[in-house]
């Protein structure tokens, strides 16, 4: 991965702050040609800097009203990608941690109701060899998603 410089760094915090900007008008807040914005934002990307964009979608308007933390402690830490195997093919599932603590994994899920989180837990997650118990925290309110502050000198 490249050294990000400070036109770099700007160039993130204006995308940060708004994905679907054009190009132009990033040129015209960093003083530079569209060229030279397109060939950043393309250098970014092969670098690994920018890992993705798109639209975020609420879950509650798909119907998922439960947003569920799920503490996984596995037989055997070297377990892991097995289980990660096994879990990706779990679609409420959008996030996924190797973690120190008292868990070994911790994952993110989206439920319907209860009825699919207690499915999700007792007949998927629990099911699978080497998970030896799990712990759900249920979310009641996200008050804070952001990305990380991108400081420019």
Do not use: W
């Not at 490249?2 to 015209?28: E, G, H, M, Y």
Request: glycine content about 6%; some cysteine; aromatic content about 6%.
């Amino acid at each position: 991965m490249d050294k990000i410089d400070n036109l770099d760094k700007k160039i993130l915090s204006i995308l940060a702050r708004n994905a679907r900007i054009a190009f132009k008008d990033v040129a015209a807040e960093c003083n530079v040609s569209r060229a030279a914005i397109h060939q950043r934002v393309q250098h970014l990307m092969e670098d690994g800097v920018i890992t993705g964009s798109g639209f975020d979608v609420n879950p509650k308007s798909l119907g998922y009203t439960t947003c569920t933390y799920v503490g996984i402690t596995l037989e055997r830490g070297n377990m892991y990608k097995q289980v990660v195997e096994r879990l990706v093919h779990i679609p409420e599932i959008v996030e996924c941690h190797f973690t120190t603590g008292p868990y070994t994994m911790l994952i993110k899920l989206y439920a319907r109701d209860n009825e699919q989180l207690m499915d999700l837990l007792n007949n998927q997650l629990q099911g699978i060899p080497g998970v030896v118990a799990t712990e759900t925290l249920i979310s009641l309110e996200q008050s804070v998603k952001r990305e990380i502050p991108i400081n420019v000198d």
